[in-house]
């Protein structure tokens, strides 16, 4: 349990045991594993790359390979517990549809992504280039990372469309929580966490 | 004698077993006494756990893998799939192929001689449908002390095969394994179907489907039949890169003999299909695909259907595939995922078209043996 990343056990807190979740982008199926194991949730993991495709096949995970940005429409209304979408939000089409979707599929909504606003991507910017971080490790001409924001804009994003945050967490590039975090989450957290329903 | 590949099955005989239990068809039609022939590779267990059902499609046997000669220029039709280290690892299961009912490759069939009449059946032979495939599956399972498949696997029409037998018997198999396949056909895919039909039906030799007392059969029907099914296995884009528009002889003659390549392959697909298929067979094989609709009693809902199915799947389709593109799988996908069950599916990119469910394709290699090995564990 203490080699997971913080992250996944921030979302393992978070999900009421034996759930139904599907898991948006759910790479090679570890977050899923991590909740079978620990939670005893069942359902889905949406991943279109082939490699993970196969690790998911591999661990045992249900996994349906599909682009997100084709949308859930083969989900019907509330059929999950929760909707996860970890490191992902950033890399699709439509991030404001697929969070509309998310509801519509399921109760809950959980989503993670790479905080624009942490400090040392300020400090970049205020330099004159696009950041290049740990968390963000690509180029400006290659990186999959298409719609990045911070929190606040999260949180606005959020208003507007009529979302209800339950609960958020930020955590450094390892993953961790600390003191600082917790005062200025929007400068000092790479990475976010939110649990949202509709309002 | 040519040497036998050490990952192929090697030589295997078929079996035959003679089933006295007359079989109602869903046509209301009964088969009083029936043959079925089939072949087994591997090891069955102890616990008689690990046996596999391979599903064959429209054209295929139960001549899965292996020789049954020396002399054989080809292997069975999977070869690239199942043997000895392959996706379906006969190190590890116990695998079965049993030649459908109304087939010309062994079992009962049109070709059969009908006891009743001391003749062949010809078009007297009742039509059969995927449920009655499975029906008489499930006897053979019976027969060989199987009382749960590990896994039932079948591409195209053997993977709607592997579909119903999860909706017939859902405690008689652990994993249904559909690729290439659909949840029904689409008015065009029946088009494809009546077009082929009508060649063998209009062909002056058919003689109502009793040509083997003529002793003849509809050449040409049959040949037509076989090149149109071979345009609708290959996508645009493979014939494009196999043939393009080259010319044989560099050349055109202006006239009706051999221009182009494609002509040249779909002669020669034509030419190796007659002789060693039956007329009277793609019929009804043709009649079958039309007619499988697991939705019917639903009201076309196949999720309603899947309801009592309690097996895990996993379900393939290939980008290319026009035949039954991938839509058709997320047809099957969806109504799984409906009712809470175990599925995973992939899309594997891949050229050929429809035939890519035959070919030993890298990636999807790799999915179909990291699904087995879950089979196998489970």
């Given at each position: 349990?203490n080699?997971?990343?913080?992250d996944?056990?921030?979302?393992?807190?978070?999900?009421?045991?034996?759930?139904?979740?599907?898991?948006?982008?759910?790479g090679?199926?570890?977050?899923?594993?991590?909740?079978?194991?620990?939670?005893?949730?069942?359902?889905?993991?949406?991943?279109?790359?082939?490699?993970?495709?196969?690790?998911?096949i591999?661990?045992?995970?249900?996994?349906?390979?599909?682009?997100?940005?084709?949308?859930?429409?083969?989900?019907?209304?509330?059929?999950?517990?929760?909707?996860?979408?970890?490191?992902?939000?950033?890399?699709?089409?439509?991030?404001?549809?697929?969070?509309?979707?998310?509801?519509?599929?399921?109760?809950?909504?959980?989503?993670?992504?790479?905080?624009?606003?942490?400090?040392?991507?300020?400090?970049?910017?205020?330099?004159?280039?696009?950041?290049?971080?740990?968390?963000?490790?690509?180029?400006?001409?290659?990186?999959?990372?298409?719609?990045?924001c911070?929190?606040?804009?999260?949180?606005?994003?959020?208003?507007?469309?009529?979302?209800?945050?339950?609960?958020?967490?930020?955590?450094?590039?390892?993953?961790?929580?600390?003191?600082?975090?917790?005062?200025?989450?929007?400068?000092?957290?790479?990475?976010?966490?939110?649990?949202?329903?509709?309002? | 004698?040519?040497?036998?590949?050490?990952?192929?099955?090697?030589?295997?005989?078929?079996?035959?077993?003679?089933?006295?239990?007359?079989?109602?068809?869903?046509?209301?039609?009964?088969?009083?006494?029936?043959?079925?022939?089939?072949?087994?590779?591997?090891?069955?267990?102890?616990a008689?756990?690990?046996?596999?059902?391979?599903?064959?499609?429209?054209?295929?046997?139960?001549?899965?893998?292996?020789?049954?000669?020396?002399?054989d220029?080809?292997?069975?039709?999977?070869?690239?799939?199942?043997?000895?280290?392959?996706?379906?690892?006969?190190r590890?299961?116990?695998?079965?192929?049993?030649?459908?009912?109304?087939?010309?490759?062994?079992?009962t069939?049109?070709?059969?001689?009908?006891?009743?009449?001391?003749?062949?059946?010809?078009?007297?032979?009742?039509?059969?449908?995927?449920?009655?495939?499975?029906?008489?599956?499930?006897?053979?399972?019976?027969?060989?002390?199987?009382?749960?498949?590990?896994?039932?696997?079948?591409?195209?029409?053997?993977?709607?095969?592997?579909?119903?037998?999860?909706?017939?018997?859902?405690?008689?198999?652990?994993?249904?394994?559909?690729?290439?396949?659909?949840?029904?056909?689409?008015?065009?895919?029946?088009?494809?179907?009546?077009?082929?039909?009508?060649?063998?039906?209009?062909?002056?030799?058919?003689?109502?489907?009793?040509?083997?007392?003529h002793?003849?059969?509809?050449?040409?029907?049959?040949?037509?039949?076989?090149?149109?099914?071979?345009?609708?296995?290959?996508?645009?884009d493979?014939?494009?890169?196999?043939?393009?528009?080259?010319?044989?002889?560099?050349?055109?003659?202006?006239?009706?003999?051999?221009?182009?390549?494609?002509?040249?392959?779909?002669r020669?697909?034509?030419?190796?299909f007659?002789?060693?298929?039956?007329?009277?067979?793609?019929?009804?094989?043709?009649?079958?695909?039309?007619?499988?609709?697991?939705?019917?009693?639903?009201?076309?809902?196949?999720?309603r259907?899947?309801?009592?199915?309690?097996?895990?799947?996993?379900?393939?389709?290939?980008?290319?595939?026009?035949?039954?593109p991938?839509a058709?799988?997320?047809?099957?996908?969806?109504?799984?995922?409906d009712?809470?069950?175990?599925v995973?599916?992939?899309?594997?990119?891949?050229?050929?078209?429809?035939?890519?469910?035959?070919?030993?394709?890298?990636?999807?290699v790799?999915?179909?043996?990291?699904?087995?090995?879950?089979?196998?564990?489970?």
């Amino acid at each position: 349990m203490n080699n997971q990343r913080l992250d996944f056990r921030i979302i393992a807190d978070w999900i009421r045991p034996e759930s139904r979740v599907l898991d948006l982008g759910c790479g090679d199926g570890t977050l899923l594993q991590t909740l079978a194991q620990t939670k005893g949730v069942s359902g889905y993991g949406i991943e279109l790359d082939d490699d993970h495709v196969t690790a998911c096949i591999s661990r045992g995970i249900n996994v349906i390979q599909t682009d997100l940005d084709a949308g859930l429409s083969e989900f019907d209304d509330r059929s999950f517990d929760y909707i996860i979408l970890s490191l992902t939000l950033q890399a699709v089409k439509y991030p404001e549809r697929l969070l509309r979707e998310m509801l519509r599929v399921g109760t809950e909504g959980i989503v993670t992504f790479p905080n624009f606003g942490y400090w040392a991507s300020r400090v970049q910017l205020l330099g004159g280039r696009m950041p290049v971080s740990r968390a963000l490790p690509h180029q400006w001409y290659d990186t999959p990372n298409i719609h990045l924001c911070t929190l606040q804009d999260f949180e606005d994003l959020c208003r507007k469309e009529n979302i209800l945050v339950l609960e958020s967490e930020v955590v450094d590039h390892e993953h961790r929580r600390r003191l600082g975090l917790r005062l200025f989450p929007n400068l000092l957290g790479e990475i976010a966490l939110y649990r949202f329903r509709r309002a | 004698m040519k040497a036998i590949p050490p990952d192929s099955v090697g030589l295997v005989t078929p079996a035959r077993l003679r089933v006295e239990q007359p079989l109602v068809l869903s046509s209301g039609g009964v088969l009083a006494s029936y043959d079925l022939v089939y072949e087994t590779y591997g090891e069955l267990d102890h616990a008689h756990s690990n046996a596999v059902l391979i599903c064959h499609a429209l054209s295929g046997s139960h001549h899965v893998a292996g020789y049954h000669s020396a002399d054989d220029a080809k292997p069975g039709w999977w070869e690239q799939h199942v043997g000895p280290g392959k996706s379906i690892d006969t190190r590890r299961f116990f695998v079965v192929a049993c030649n459908n009912i109304g087939s010309c490759y062994g079992s009962t069939g049109p070709a059969s001689v009908n006891p009743a009449t001391g003749r062949p059946y010809g078009p007297d032979f009742p039509m059969v449908t995927v449920r009655d495939w499975v029906e008489s599956q499930a006897r053979l399972a019976d027969a060989l002390g199987i009382t749960q498949w590990a896994a039932v696997v079948g591409g195209s029409l053997g993977g709607m095969q592997a579909l119903h037998w999860a909706i017939d018997y859902p405690t008689r198999l652990r994993h249904a394994i559909i690729i290439a396949a659909a949840p029904k056909l689409t008015a065009q895919n029946i088009a494809f179907n009546e077009v082929a039909r009508q060649a063998i039906l209009t062909d002056p030799d058919f003689h109502g489907g009793r040509f083997y007392d003529h002793n003849t059969e509809p050449r040409r029907g049959l040949r037509i039949a076989r090149m149109l099914g071979h345009i609708t296995y290959l996508s645009d884009d493979i014939m494009r890169e196999k043939f393009g528009r080259d010319i044989r002889g560099g050349k055109l003659n202006f006239d009706y003999q051999v221009a182009f390549e494609v002509e040249s392959y779909l002669r020669y697909q034509a030419d190796t299909f007659v002789g060693r298929f039956d007329a009277n067979t793609y019929l009804l094989m043709t009649k079958a695909l039309d007619y499988f609709d697991p939705a019917r009693e639903t009201d076309g809902d196949l999720s309603r259907a899947l309801a009592r199915v309690q097996a895990a799947s996993l379900v393939l389709s290939f980008t290319s595939d026009w035949r039954f593109p991938s839509a058709r799988s997320r047809e099957i996908v969806k109504a799984l995922h409906d009712n809470d069950l175990d599925v995973s599916y992939a899309d594997i990119k891949a050229p050929h078209g429809h035939d890519a469910f035959l070919m030993r394709i890298p990636r999807y290699v790799d999915i179909f043996r990291a699904y087995m090995e879950r089979v196998a564990v489970a």
